[in-house]
């Protein structure tokens, strides 16, 4: 990185507070009231961006910042602006993309005049569902007061993209609370939907045990929830982007999907930024040069490698050539639902077919079952597989055929 420093960054910012734990969060998140802690977070955060710069460079052009976590606007007005002044100071931020996540929760009225005086461009508000059971039963009630009144705080402030997180396959959902779900999401008519399938693993997420697992709808059940969300938003004028994101035809991902130049990172789908993804913070994962690099995913672990003067990575990755053809092949298929007989070509000197016939191998079974076409040494989702692309990409991933586990799998496919 620090050989390239023309090239675009993007940079991820974890911040792990909660007031308290939602029973279906996925997240590394953790619950406190006090302000001491989280100020010690930051301290330890600047610490950590400081040595980063160090090697990197300081003035370095990101392209697209996004704080996530956790619930980033669990910090206060004070805490914000230390943070996104600790970045600017340190990074070229005049021309990046801005996001942060948002819990209608806790957010208080002058909050987006205040993140859009700061320079924050987007905003993501977590929904997950409007229905009162079914917030009930995943332990996070929301008030429709609450969302709306966020969501119409963050219209009139000017944001440029406001999105909106959904979730289907949550306790007691059901298709007609969901379609009711879908109903006030197209009144309110955002720039983007985020529709996320709930993954249940309790012996990963200990809160999760919390959920009755009687509940829980089933496959079919949750398949004709996005059957139905496909449908009504597609209808309604957004696009489908990907696996699971919906933007309005005008918006700046449905073009980077109609153009296939669309991205997928650790940030989830976007329209471009760096090839380089850096990760502060707790459990952060971030992307450099060709390898993956993981911190610390407990606060004191975190904390006791940056008072050591150290990094908190606690392993990284140095890809192969080989897994850099498979990332590049299975990112081009999230986002465009094909591989191209000459994808790899210019990159790699070698087709994906050729390079990868075990690959290739395994999709034998979904050809049969109409998920994909193989012509020409060219693959390409048919409108059924699009459901089912996540499992399409499993074929190309050569890590998980080498190392099967009884662990649950972390995302659900649908």
Not at 37 to 52: F, K, N, P, Q, T
Not at 129 to 149: K, M, N, Y
Not at 238 to 252: C, K, P
Not at 259 to 265: D, E, G, N, P
């Amino acid at each position: 990185m620090a050989r390239h420093p023309s090239r675009d960054l993007s940079v991820y910012v974890h911040i792990p507070f909660c007031g308290r734990r939602c029973w279906y969060c996925g997240c590394n998140a953790m619950v406190t009231h006090r302000t001491e802690i989280v100020d010690a977070y930051l301290d330890h955060l600047e610490a950590e961006i400081g040595r980063v710069v160090e090697i990197v460079g300081t003035g370095r052009r990101v392209a697209q910042l996004h704080w996530g976590g956790g619930t980033p606007n669990f910090l206060d007005d004070a805490q914000t602006d230390r943070l996104l002044s600790r970045l600017s100071s340190v990074f070229a931020l005049g021309d990046a993309e801005i996001g942060i996540e948002l819990d209608p929760r806790i957010a208080r009225p002058g909050l987006p005049a205040f993140l859009r005086t700061l320079g924050f461009t987007r905003v993501s508000l977590g929904v997950q569902d409007f229905d009162p059971g079914v917030q009930t039963a995943i332990g996070r009630l929301q008030s429709d007061e609450e969302t709306v009144g966020l969501y119409e705080g963050c219209r009139r402030a000017g944001f440029t993209s406001v999105n909106l997180d959904l979730v289907y396959g949550l306790p007691r959902q059901t298709r007609q609370t969901f379609a009711r779900t879908l109903d006030r999401i197209l009144a309110l008519g955002p720039d983007r939907i985020a529709t996320f399938a709930y993954a249940h693993v309790p012996a990963l997420r200990p809160n999760q045990r919390a959920i009755d697992d009687d509940e829980l709808p089933g496959a079919p059940e949750r398949l004709e929830m996005l059957l139905d969300a496909v449908e009504r938003l597609e209808g309604a004028g957004w696009t489908w982007v990907g696996l699971d994101h919906f933007a309005r035809a005008d918006d700046e991902l449905a073009r980077a999907a109609r153009h296939k130049t669309l991205r997928r990172t650790f940030m989830g789908y976007t329209t471009g930024g760096g090839d380089d993804l850096i990760a502060f913070g707790v459990s952060g994962i971030g992307q450099l040069a060709g390898r993956y690099v993981q911190n610390d995913a407990s606060l004191a672990g975190y904390q006791r490698a940056l008072d050591d003067r150290g990094f908190p990575i606690v392993r990284g990755l140095q890809m192969t050539r080989d897994d850099r053809l498979r990332a590049r092949v299975i990112e081009h298929l999230m986002c465009n639902l094909e591989i191209p007989s000459d994808l790899t070509v210019d990159e790699f000197g070698i087709g994906p077919a050729e390079a990868l016939p075990d690959a290739f191998a395994r999709l034998a079974p979904l050809v049969d079952d109409g998920l994909v076409c193989v012509e020409d040494e060219a693959v390409t989702v048919t409108p059924v597989g699009r459901y089912y692309v996540r499992n399409i990409a499993m074929a190309f991933d050569a890590h998980l055929h080498a190392s099967p586990t009884e662990r649950p799998a972390f995302s659900a496919t649908v």
